[in-house]
T-cell receptor
Framework: QKEVEQNSGPLSVPEGAIASLNCTYS??????FFWYRQYSGKSPELIMSIYSNGDKEDGRFTAQLNKASQYVSLLIRDSQPSDSATYLC????????????FGSGTKLNVKP | GAVVSQHPSRVICKSGTSVKIECRSL??????MFWYRQFPKQSLMLMAT?????????EQGVEKDKFLINHASLTLSTLTVTSAHPEDSSFYICSARDSGTGEGYGYTFGSGTRLTVV
């Protein structure tokens, strides 16, 4: 079983819609969760981090964490074509908080 | 925010030669840096953890004699791919975190190095 699982997609949404990206993880003791965006041929850039159960909002982005279900999601409101990228979920290692596991990423296509 | 500089961005080398990739933290000190490899349409795979002043910690299946890591200062880590082969062609990315921030804070990635071995 992979430590972090994501649907590879592609997820296609029309411009202006809400895009919902999901991620599950296996280590119940993981404490920190991150969403990265990666454009083709580029390195990942951090979008959001979340550490507590519930929602965390930052502009058009909302991260949701449910530790009981071992589930973290990212909502993108008012999706724009520039949001088209691969979104990587990252979870810190159970025994080494400095070490991350990455999901395989979900490719998002926002159609104009 | 924290900036991580990685060079070169692209390199083409002949099979059997060695290539060095540099990763620098520009405005912060990083006691730990991580090296990842990403094959096309796949996720990032952690290769090794680079520790300042000590030996790197390699992930299972990564040959430490082939991928030499040196972290001689708090702002510089290098990855040397020795005796490169075409199957080593990949996107190599380093990441680092400002040691002054709390545990669990997100890491910043370098811009990556596209290695092509011909």
């Amino acid at each position: 079983q992979k430590e972090v699982e994501q649907n590879s997609g592609p997820l296609s949404v029309p411009e202006g819609a809400i895009a919902s990206l999901n991620c599950t993880y296996s280590d119940r003791g993981s404490q920190s969760f991150f969403w990265y965006r990666q454009y083709s041929g580029k390195s990942p850039e951090l979008i959001m981090s979340i550490y507590s159960n519930g929602d965390k909002e930052d502009g058009r982005f909302t991260a949701q964490l449910n530790k009981a279900s071992q589930y973290v999601s990212l909502l993108i409101r008012d999706s724009q074509p520039s949001d088209s990228a691969t979104y990587l979920c990252a979870v810190n290692h159970l025994y080494n908080f400095n070490k991350f596991y990455f999901g395989s990423g979900t490719k998002l296509n926002v159609k104009p | 925010g924290a900036v991580v500089s990685q060079h070169p961005s692209r390199v083409i080398c002949k099979s059997g030669t060695s290539v060095k990739i540099e990763c620098r933290s520009l405005d912060f000190q990083a006691t730990t840096m991580f090296w990842y490899r990403q094959f096309p349409k796949q996720s990032l795979m952690l290769m090794a953890t680079s520790n300042e002043g000590s030996k790197a910690t390699y992930e299972q299946g990564v040959e430490k004699d082939k991928f030499l890591i040196n972290h001689a200062s708090l702002t510089l880590s290098t990855l040397t791919v020795t005796s490169a082969h075409p199957e080593d062609s990949s996107f190599y990315i380093c990441s680092a975190r400002d040691s002054g921030t709390g545990e669990g804070y997100g890491y910043t990635f370098g811009s990556g190095t596209r290695l092509t071995v011909v």
